[in-house]
T-cell receptor, first 111, second 116 residues
Framework: GEDVEQSLFLSVREGDSSVINCTYTDSSSTYLYWYKQEPGAGLQLLTY?????DMKQDQRLTVLLNKKDKHLSLRIADTQTGDSAIYFCAGMDTGRRALTFGSGTRLQVQP | DAGVTQSPTHLIKTRGQQVTLRCSPKSGHDTVSWYQQALGQGPQFIFQ???????QRGNFPDRFSGHQFPNYSSELNVNALLLGDSALYLC???????????????FGPGTRLTVL
């Protein structure tokens, strides 16, 4: 099955760019997702990338996918204090339609 | 349009008891998946219901069971509760589109279960 790993913590200053990294083991994941979780809340889908793409941009968010190294990253431009949250990458096992999540990266944005 | 709703918000039980959690999917969705999120961890897939049947299951014991009703809402039941069952239980709904592998799952706010 899929195994997904993320760094635990990232601290940036407001206005800087944030880059959150993720590695995964199962190359059969057709889609890879980024979710955001704020304290006491559920998961909010931020963006996703199809496995045959290298990059996807959506407003302040840029997703980069390196299939050879099985590495996924999420770049947040002009990071704001409201971006402080835990960010999860997840792979979709398309046969099971089940998500496999990493352990999450806590992003702290300092004013 | 209401998103995914879950009840109750919080629940406290003691070891050995049984618990039922409820989920109403987003309007138009027909599939419900349940995830367990332990403190400081990412969510773990428990099982998924579609057309009132359990279609997929993660690595969880039989103490975890569920049900889906004709209106697509779902319940998660956990028997013989253990301390380790304390977690945030998340429900996610989606729509199966035949011929498409894309499956966007919308999550509810979760039910926080504490087992004492």
């Amino acid at each position: 099955g899929e195994d997904v790993e993320q760094s635990l913590f990232l601290s940036v200053r407001e206005g800087d760019s944030s880059v959150i990294n993720c590695t995964y083991t199962d190359s059969s994941s057709t889609y890879l997702y980024w979710y955001k979780q704020e304290p006491g809340a559920g998961l909010q889908l931020l963006t996703y990338i199809f496995s045959n793409m290298d990059m996807k941009q959506d407003q302040r968010l840029t997703v980069l996918l390196n299939k050879k190294d099985k590495h996924l990253s999420l770049r947040i431009a002009d990071t704001q204090t409201g971006d402080s949250a835990i960010y999860f990458c997840a792979g979709m096992d398309t046969g099971r339609r089940a998500l496999t999540f990493g352990s999450g990266t806590r992003l702290q944005v300092q004013p | 349009d209401a998103g995914v709703t879950q009840s109750p918000t919080h629940l406290i039980k003691t070891r050995g008891q049984q618990v039922t959690l409820r989920c109403s999917p987003k309007s138009g969705h027909d599939t419900v998946s349940w995830y367990q999120q332990a403190l400081g961890q990412g969510p773990q897939f428990i099982f998924q219901y579609y057309e009132e049947e359990e279609r997929q299951r993660g690595n969880f014991p039989d103490r975890f069971s569920g049900h889906q009703f004709p209106n697509y809402s779902s319940e998660l039941n956990v028997n013989a509760l253990l301390l380790g069952d304390s977690a945030l239980y998340l429900c996610a709904s989606s729509l199966v589109v035949r011929g498409s592998s894309y499956n966007e799952q919308f999550f509810g706010p979760g039910t926080r279960l504490t087992v004492l």
